[in-house]
């Protein structure tokens, strides 16, 4: 079946732009995860949507980002006011509800983000 | 921050021979995967090993976990050059399964 899809693949911003990243969960997944991969930071976790659940939004790092999602299938990751160190891969990823695998996360392909 | 320190950094054999990757961890954990990565995007995933075991095998994989060194290796016997990609360690603790906390990654190439 299909997998998790992202998009845009890439977006180039000019810096104080506000942007907008889309995931497509795998059909029948009801966890989402967003992180980001920086070089200088590596893989860091940003929110995690569960069903219902409020989202953990322990990681996104500040005000500029938020995230919803729509109908518990498709989310959005919003960064208002892009700044330079903004620029990463924003990559998605879901799990299905199976307790026993709700553990394994499936990644997308990632959305490059360049701000100028 | 990253709780995963992994070693080496870059790691650079032969094909046909075994690639070790080691995940040193903080904090007390539910389980430990391990992805790979090819040219920076997606990751995919290889193996869960769950706090409760020592060690699992997956096809030419073998992960050892050591929760009282908070340790975990991952072993790839008789590498091949489609093995070349970089490899991710990463923790699930608490209650919180959705939370991942990524290691900085082992740069694997292996030379036909």
């Known amino acids: 079946g299909a997998g998790v899809s992202q998009s845009p693949s890439n977006k180039v911003t000019e810096k104080g732009k506000d942007v907008e990243l889309r995931c497509d969960p795998i059909s029948g997944h009801t966890a989402l995860y967003w992180y980001r991969q920086s070089l200088g930071q590596g893989l860091e976790f940003l929110i995690y949507f569960q069903g219902n659940s409020a989202p953990d939004k322990s990681g996104l790092p500040s005000d500029r980002f938020s995230a919803e999602r729509t109908g518990g299938s498709v989310s959005t990751l919003t960064i208002q006011r892009t700044q330079q160190e903004d620029s990463a891969v924003y990559l998605c990823?879901?799990?299905?509800?199976?307790?026993?695998?709700?553990?394994?996360?499936?990644f997308g392909p990632g959305t490059r983000l360049l701000v100028l | 921050s990253q709780q995963g320190e992994e070693d080496p950094q870059a790691l650079s054999i032969q094909e046909g021979e075994n690639a070790t990757m080691n995940c040193s961890y903080k904090t007390s954990i539910n389980n430990l995967q391990w992805y790979r990565q090819n040219s920076g995007r997606g990751l995919v995933h290889l193996i869960l090993?769950?706090?409760?075991?020592r060690e699992k095998h997956s096809g030419r994989l073998r992960v050892t976990l050591d929760t009282s060194k908070k340790s975990s290796s991952l072993l790839i016997t008789a590498s091949r050059a489609a093995d070349t990609a970089s490899y991710f360690c990463?923790?699930?603790?608490?209650?919180?399964?959705?939370?991942?906390?990524f290691g900085q990654g082992t740069i694997l190439t292996v030379h036909p």
């Open positions: 090993i769950r706090s409760n075991e």
């Open positions: 990823a879901s799990s299905p509800p199976t307790s026993s695998l709700r553990e394994t996360q499936y």
């Open positions: 990463a923790t699930a603790g608490g209650t919180s399964y959705g939370k991942l906390t």
